[in-house]
């Protein structure tokens, strides 16, 4: 495959350097993308870049995927509008490698195909003053002010930390240009201004010509942050920080106008498996066939088949075609995620253990009902279920074996009136 071509069709590409595309044709080359660990996780506003990896191995060149061990102790000002909080270096390393671990589910590391870089490694043995001799003077102060990342905090203040980001990567480009025969870097639409100071560091240092290509910001076709839920929440790739169920859910709720785009850059399925799918949409909008098949597959690509039915199974629970064993195979924070806003009452955990009856549990204890008619009347009607159970027994007891996850009764009013019961103590 053509890398560039690929990118272009799905949308990926927001400036490229003149000549980028021939020297990819000439033969496999290695590029790179860095990733500063200033958290213990990525965000999904981190796997776009991601995914440019992936196309880029694909198309049969070899990603390198630097992770900024040094870079993450200053912190880069692109798109910044204060200053950022300095990490200590134990908090860099530590979300450091949680980082790597990350990349490696994307990125087939293996004969050398792929390879992960750390720049503390060649940065901890740079002496400030053969840094300012052997690097800072090829880069002129005016050429550094120029660039939007500076450009857009002289007002406010920028300092010398912050504003020696630049160089610091530029470095890393020829760095890695020498040592490891990068020629392209890659990355997001703001860190334009900061990968063509490599370039231009390439030419300046080395005499030689290395490329530069980014990809665009995204943003929903509200104009709202691309990444972040109706509640504020980043959504993460670490599935402890984002559960594949709620993950799962931010991509089945996009909207119609982002789906198109979002199918093309974050999946791997071909223009003519979009289309058809597009087409399948437009004949049927209230099924969401684009929003289903893009949850589906970024689920899978980010977490694991098995994640991805688990999420769905969680998800038809609320629309009555969850089943039983769906139901007791939740954990306990996807149980809450997929009930998040249901009604929930505490029951002592000893009133459970000789058993509570059904009917004072769904009428006196817990409101459920306003009065043991109504409660019972439901009941010989087949209108309450227990754990997804429905239960016609008026004289039927709730007892400690009904627990889910030791600990949550879920009953159910007809067919979408939810009620969780907790049990404390």
């Not at 908090?91 to 490698?97: L, M, S």
């Not at 990342?149 to 470095?171: C, D, P």
């Not at 000893?350 to 409101?367: C, P, W």
């Not at 439901?378 to 007892?399: A, E, F, H, T, Y």
């Amino acid at each position: 495959m053509n890398f560039i071509e690929e990118l272009k069709w799905r949308g990926m590409i927001h400036d490229v350097t003149p000549g980028t595309e021939q020297k990819l044709l000439e033969g496999p080359v290695s590029g790179y993308i860095g990733f500063d660990p200033t958290g213990q996780s990525l965000h999904i506003g981190s796997l776009l870049p991601i995914m440019i990896l992936c196309h880029f191995q694909r198309c049969g060149h070899k990603p390198v995927a630097l992770v900024g061990g040094a870079t993450g102790m200053i912190g880069d000002p692109s798109g910044k509008s204060d200053e950022r909080k300095l990490l200590s270096a134990d908090v860099v390393a530590f979300n450091q490698e949680c980082i790597k671990k990350q990349l490696s589910k994307f990125l087939d590391f293996s004969d050398d195909r792929a390879e992960i870089v750390n720049n503390y490694d060649w940065f901890k043995e740079i002496k400030f003053l053969d840094f300012l001799r052997d690097v800072g003077k090829f880069l002129t102060v005016n050429y550094m002010v120029s660039k939007d990342s500076v450009k857009n905090r002289w007002e406010s203040g920028i300092s010398f930390t912050e504003f020696s980001y630049q160089l610091l990567q530029a470095y890393d480009f020829y760095w890695l240009f020498t040592n490891k025969k990068c020629v392209l870097q890659m990355g997001g639409s703001d860190q334009w201004g900061n990968i063509t100071s490599g370039t231009e560091l390439i030419r300046r240092k080395a005499g030689r010509e290395a490329y530069a290509l980014t990809c665009p910001l995204l943003t929903r076709a509200d104009g709202k942050k691309f990444g972040k839920t109706e509640g504020g929440e980043s959504v993460w790739l670490d599935p402890l920080m984002t559960s594949p169920y709620k993950f799962y859910q931010y991509w089945l709720n996009v909207s119609d106008e982002d789906a198109p785009r979002l199918l093309r850059i974050f999946t791997f399925l071909s223009k003519e498996q979009i289309n058809e799918l597009e087409e399948k949409h437009a004949a049927a909008p209230h099924e969401r066939h684009m929003q289903k098949v893009l949850a589906r597959e970024v689920t899978i690509i980010v977490h694991s088949q098995a994640d991805y039915q688990t999420a769905l199974g969680a998800s038809e629970i609320l629309f009555g075609k969850g089943t039983t064993e769906t139901l007791h195979q939740l954990s306990e924070k996807d149980f809450l995620s997929v009930f998040e806003g249901v009604p929930q009452k505490q029951v002592p955990r000893n009133e459970l253990q000789n058993g509570i009856s059904l009917i004072d549990l769904v009428s006196e204890k817990t409101g459920m009902f306003p009065s043991k008619g109504e409660a019972r009347r439901m009941l010989s009607q087949g209108g309450v279920s227990v754990n997804k159970v429905k239960i016609d027994d008026p004289s039927s007891k709730i007892s400690e074996t009904d627990l889910l996850n030791d600990k949550y009764i879920l009953l159910q009013k007809g067919k979408k009136s939810y009620f969780i019961v907790e049990a404390v103590g």
